[in-house]
């Protein structure tokens, strides 16, 4: 069986010319389930009854299932969707005046493990496919269509490193700005990386969508520190392939840089300095994060007085600096608390509950 939730609109008509049938059925099937939800082939009645017959054999449109839905106090929504081998991952759904953001997992558990993200303390499954990605989009707008509304804005900002899953997240960001499909405006759609310097250039190759680096240090000693992929591609190699991608923009786009604040570790006034020096030639604003707790983490949020500082010294340099509002933290849906539900393949998940352990008993 094939999902074609798996194909973007060149993959589906590659599979229908693969089978002897024109290309153009890729459209006609895609307007089907994308602008008319029509999951069923045997209602797409603009195909032929034999086409119809071959599809049922040969095709399904499969998606995740929701285990389990939350919604925060402020309106924030985060799901549980279960993926293959007995995972789950989550989706975050933000809304705000006259816009619905949704954040996307592409991995199940992350192989990074940044120090300050509870994702990674979850260890590695494996990679997301297209249909669950673009699957968590669905589930989204099947909420969202009950007050008339859609998912305008998606950040793969969830569980997992989008650029160690290239070719699925790319395929479904590629269905998230077709007209066939949800017709997102690729600013509007911005994958998030660690800094996986090789795969942004191969990024800048096939799209055009919004990019966002998760910075967070102004120097290789502590960005080494807290992004351990630091350690194999330096901050001067990220920033060139930065400017790289910007190029591949129109002259009006920039890049976000997404720096975590933690308190005594990298929000003093002589990072913020460093910061804007670094960056004083990259076309970027600047995105501050104020650090979002989780089990023993180790780190903690700063004072909102030290957060404004930093922030001042980067708006005196000349950059849009925005204060990322928490949101969805009562159901645990902010920024790096994602965990889902992760068969981890490394020894890693074990020796973070026994940390959790260890602390809960001290
Ligand atoms: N792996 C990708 C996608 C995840 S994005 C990336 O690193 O960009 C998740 C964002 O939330 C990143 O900017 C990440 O650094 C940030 N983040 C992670 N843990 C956090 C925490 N505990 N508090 C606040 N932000 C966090």
């Given at each position: 069986m094939t999902n074609l939730f798996d194909y973007d609109r060149e993959g589906l008509e590659a599979y229908f010319v693969d089978a002897g049938h024109k290309p153009f059925r890729a459209r006609q099937v895609m307007k089907w389930i994308f602008h008319r939800n029509q999951l069923d082939f045997d209602a797409m009645t603009d195909l032929s009854r034999d086409l119809r017959a071959w599809l049922r054999e040969d095709a399904n449109l499969a998606l995740p299932e929701i285990v389990e839905r939350f919604e925060s106090t402020d309106g924030t929504i985060k799901w549980l969707v279960r993926v293959g081998n007995g995972n789950s991952v989550e989706t975050v759904l933000i809304p705000e005046r006259g816009r619905n953001t949704l954040c996307v997992s592409s991995q199940v558990g992350c192989v990074l493990d940044c120090s300050f993200c509870a994702t990674g303390k979850q260890g590695f499954n494996g990679n997301l496919s297209t249909a669950e990605i673009i699957g968590q989009l669905l589930l989204a707008n099947a909420e969202l269509k009950a007050r008339g509304e859609a998912v305008t804005n998606v950040v793969l900002m969830g569980m997992g490193e989008p650029l160690l899953n290239f070719d699925a997240v790319v395929r479904a960001t590629n269905l998230m700005t077709d007209d066939l499909a949800y017709g997102i405006s690729k600013r509007r759609v911005t994958i998030s990386t660690a800094g996986v310097v090789?795969?942004?250039?191969?990024?800048?190759?096939?799209?055009?969508?919004?990019?966002?680096?998760?910075?967070?240090?102004?120097?290789?000693?502590?960005?080494?520190?807290?992004?351990?992929?630091?350690?194999?591609?330096?901050?001067?190699?990220?920033?060139?392939?930065?400017?790289?991608?910007?190029?591949?923009?129109?002259?009006?786009?920039?890049?976000?840089?997404?720096?975590?604040?933690?308190?005594?570790?990298?929000?003093?006034?002589?990072?913020?300095?460093?910061?804007?020096?670094?960056?004083?030639?990259?076309?970027?604003?600047?995105?501050?994060?104020?650090?979002?707790?989780?089990?023993?983490?180790?780190?903690?949020?700063?004072?909102?007085?030290?957060?404004?500082?930093?922030q001042t010294v980067l708006l005196n340099a000349g950059f849009a600096t925005m204060l990322r509002t928490t949101r969805g933290e009562d159901i645990s849906a902010a920024c790096g608390q994602l965990i889902g539900k992760v068969q981890d393949r490394t020894k890693r998940q074990t020796r973070y509950l026994a940390r959790v352990r260890a602390e809960e008993l001290a």
């Open positions: 090789p795969a942004i250039y191969e990024l800048a190759k096939v799209t055009d969508v919004s990019l966002a680096i998760s910075l967070h240090a102004p120097n290789d000693a502590l960005r080494s520190e807290l992004v351990p992929i630091n350690r194999k591609y330096g901050i001067a190699e990220l920033i060139t392939a930065c400017n790289h991608y910007i190029g591949n923009l129109g002259e009006k786009r920039t890049l976000t840089m997404e720096y975590t604040l933690m308190k005594g570790v990298n929000d003093g006034l002589e990072h913020a300095r460093e910061l804007a020096d670094l960056l004083r030639h990259v076309r970027c604003k600047i995105n501050l994060i104020p650090f979002n707790p989780f089990p023993a983490s180790g780190y903690v949020r700063p004072d909102v007085s030290a957060v404004r500082r930093f």
